[in-house]
């Protein structure tokens, strides 16, 4: 009996052990004879960031399915695109070592990566060293492209950006409809997330020459926030800028509301306000809400609409903001690839440096172009806005900025009656 | 000269207001404070109820009063009922949760433990149970947070002039001076109460005269979770309802708890009235996160000069 029990035991290990390794190796079967081009992902699979990691392999998967059942790449005779996945689990050593594995073993001609700030900033490091391309979906982290690397591109927009188009968009709204704003309001979470945008906010507002009449961090874990809205009321801004977590976001968006705080706009990042139990909670008092995010499922993009049906029918859940960024990767790759015509890493780091992507499937995102800059980062990124309105569907996320991704037939509300 | 809450540094002329204006809106705080603050001593009177009997500090109560948010949550949004008629639910149904949690979970480390005076196993054990309650709850329910839409005291204000009163926590106030009143009158002047004050003051003296001790730590644990299911229901109108916000309050507990006097009853209440004066007039003068630094430092200051708190008693017996 003993025996057996050991026999077995070794047979489960080795099963799963073989499971493993086939998990992680090649997804996507290719014909043999085929030419193929490896694609790397070290993207987090397991750990805390799994679900993220997730929507990028099933988004990265899509693409290339299209993209092989459309020939491949033509000027490398149909070569088809092969993808290698690698887990990081969030931990940046993990990605170090796998970027290793990748890129010695597997010999990948291309990297994607990493979502994880953390992780994505030492792996690309190991990219420049062996001079294979490193192409970065997302990962907001500022010192990503800071670095002077020459194999690192960045999609997505960066950190400093956030605060950036949340001022180009208050700016753009004044003109559009003739509102002026002069009183600002920063409040935010007492944490390295909410302080570093106001940071940022302060600098913005000096120079977009607006008067701070407040500046408050507040305790995230707060049970009672009317203090602060008592602050906000009596400080008359016109508008106010907030970074919440997720309980402070329905707290203030309520206690706001019944303190009656007259304000002409209320301008969000993300986060406590992008949460999916936000809109349920503060319910009617978050209405006219204005929040920034990477991407929205109503953006007006040719073919936003119907990738994200077949996107939606195929894994069962809407595009977010990481998946829309994975799946142009993809995009960018082909369109690299097939202006290099080579397989030769500085042909292809050239190419990527010369991108100047308008259109096709990928171009799915809020902005026009992707077009590298000197550091590697897309100087085209920039990221969407959207107003919280009720227009005979119940409340929902309104893309309304920038203009060009307005949702057909909608007008802003501002300043909020 | 008085500078006018909400202006920023450095000061101008125009940043200087009023002396009428500053009065209101520092009576408009103080109403606020002393509201919002009935309500965490509220929060914070089952936790001493428990330890003033059992002397052992119920690392749980955050997560009780988790639960008796979750009950309440139910019972109205289920019902449609005013959210304090489901205090005809919500008190048994805590109680006799608190009764059996003591009697089957805690109970038996006691007994284990019987010939030490302050068992602190137990402390481990309801810190325990705190864990797998939160977790409980977030398998059962998700992490999401919950408000109740619809109940009829949301969002509703008083206005005075300028000065806003928050409805529902004028109903918590209320209900917090009450319950307080309850509680003491029962410990003072009821059999089972002066059976559980004597538990409490000796308890081997009390069971060779009778009283079955394990029986009085069952009742006091189900008496001090049914008022934090109490405290629940003042809350769950205009509060979150999430799995771990038990832990918000848990910490804001213990420190009204020592500030007030370990097993204080009006201690408790004043203690977080004057938490919730200072959190609600202190923002006016400084940043927000400044004001739970002057909450740590009072309660370091009470621990100094008078450890057993306010309305403690010195030697406890």
New interface residues.
């Given amino acids: 009996m003993e025996k057996r029990h050991a026999f077995w035991k070794i047979m489960g290990t080795t099963l799963l052990l073989a499971l493993f390794m086939a998990a992680s190796l090649v997804i996507s079967p290719v014909m043999a004879g085929d030419k193929v081009i490896k694609i790397g992902n070290i993207i987090p699979l397991s750990g805390p960031s799994a679900s993220v990691g997730d929507q990028g392999k099933k988004a990265r998967q899509m693409a290339i399915e299209e993209i092989n059942l459309a020939g491949g790449i033509k000027s490398l005779g149909n070569a088809k695109l092969e993808l290698y996945y690698a887990d990081s689990e969030s931990k940046p050593e993990k990605g170090v070592a796998e970027a290793e594995r990748l890129i010695n073993t597997e010999k990948v001609n291309v990297l994607t990566g990493c979502w994880n700030s953390a992780v994505t900033y030492p792996t690309s490091a190991v990219a420049e060293r062996y001079g294979v391309p490193f192409i970065v979906p997302v990962s907001v982290s500022d010192k990503i492209t800071d670095q002077g690397f020459k194999n690192v591109f960045r999609i997505a927009a960066k950190d400093s950006w956030w605060t950036r188009d949340q001022f180009s968009f208050l700016k753009d709204m004044q003109k559009e409809f003739g509102a002026s704003v002069k009183k600002i309001a920063f409040v935010y979470e007492?944490g390295d997330w909410g302080k570093g945008f106001a940071g940022q906010w302060k600098q913005l507002a000096k120079e977009a020459g607006y008067e701070?009449?407040?500046?408050?961090?507040?305790?995230s874990?707060?049970?009672?926030l009317?203090?602060?809205v008592?602050?906000?009321r009596?400080?008359k801004a016109d508008v106010l800028m907030l970074v919440s977590n997720?309980?402070d976001a329905?707290?203030l968006t309520?206690t706001l509301?019944?303190?009656?705080v007259k304000l002409k706009a209320i301008i969000t990042s993300g986060g406590g306000h992008a949460?999916?139990?936000?809109l349920?909670?503060?319910?009617k008092?978050a209405q006219y809400i204005f929040d920034i995010v990477e991407w929205e499922t109503d953006v007006n993009k040719p073919g936003a609409k119907e990738t994200n049906a077949k996107y939606k029918s195929k894994y069962g859940t809407n595009l977010t903001g990481e998946a829309v960024d994975a799946y142009l990767a993809m995009y960018l790759i082909k369109d690299a690839l097939e202006r290099a015509a080579s397989l030769d890493p500085d042909k292809i780091r050239q190419a990527l440096a010369d991108t100047d992507l308008k259109e096709g499937p990928g171009m799915i995102v809020g902005y026009d172009a992707v077009k590298f800059d000197a550091t590697g980062q897309n100087e085209q990124a920039s990221l969407v806005m959207v107003q919280i309105n009720d227009i005979g569907n119940g409340l929902e996320r309104i893309s309304v900025w920038p203009k060009s991704a307005r949702r057909a037939g909608y007008t802003p509300v501002f300043p909020k009656p | 000269m008085i500078v006018c809450p909400g202006r920023p540094l450095p000061f101008r002329a125009d940043h200087f207001c009023g002396l009428e204006t500053q009065m209101m809106y520092v009576i408009e705080d103080a109403i606020n404070g002393i509201l919002m603050g009935s309500i965490y001593g509220l929060t914070a009177l089952g936790l001493t109820i428990i330890f003033g009997v059992l002397k052992v500090v119920n690392f749980a109560h955050g997560s009780l009063l988790m639960v008796g948010m979750y009950v309440t949550f139910w019972t109205v949004s289920l019902t449609g009922l005013h959210p304090y008629v489901s205090l005809i639910f919500v008190i048994p149904i805590m109680y006799l949760f608190g009764y059996y949690l003591q009697d089957i979970v805690i109970k038996p480390i006691f007994k284990a433990e019987k010939n030490v005076r302050e068992p602190l196993t137990v402390i481990i054990v309801t810190t325990g149970v705190w864990y797998i309650l939160d977790n409980l709850t977030l398998l059962l329910f998700g992490p999401q947070y919950r408000s109740i839409q619809d109940n009829l005291l949301k969002g509703k204000m008083i206005e005075i002039s300028d000065i806003f009163i928050s409805v529902p926590k004028l109903w918590g106030f209320a209900t917090a001076i009450v319950t307080a009143f309850g509680v003491f009158y029962f410990f003072q002047y009821t059999r089972m109460g002066r059976a559980i004050r004597a538990t409490s003051l000796d308890r081997d003296a009390a069971s060779l005269s009778g009283i079955n001790q394990y029986k009085i730590y069952n009742m006091t644990f189900g008496i001090g979770t049914a008022v934090a299911g109490i405290a629940a229901v003042t809350l769950v109108p205009f509060y979150n309802i999430f799995p771990t916000v038990g832990v918000l309050f848990d910490i804001k507990g213990f420190i009204i708890v020592v500030l007030g006097g370990l097993g204080s009853i009006p201690g408790a209440i004043i203690g977080g009235i004057i938490v919730g004066l200072i959190e609600s007039i202190g923002p006016q003068f400084m940043t927000a996160t400044w004001t739970e630094g002057i909450v740590y430092g009072l309660f370091l200051l009470v621990l100094f000069v008078k450890p057993s708190g306010l309305f403690g008693v010195k030697y406890d017996w």
């Avoid at chain 1, 509301?257 to 009656?260: G, I, P």
């Fill in positions: 007492n701070v009449v407040m500046d408050e961090p507040y305790p874990t707060a049970t009672d009317s203090p602060v008592q602050k906000i009596r400080s997720a309980a329905i707290l309520n509301a019944e303190y009656k949460d999916p139990s936000f349920k909670a503060a319910g008092n």
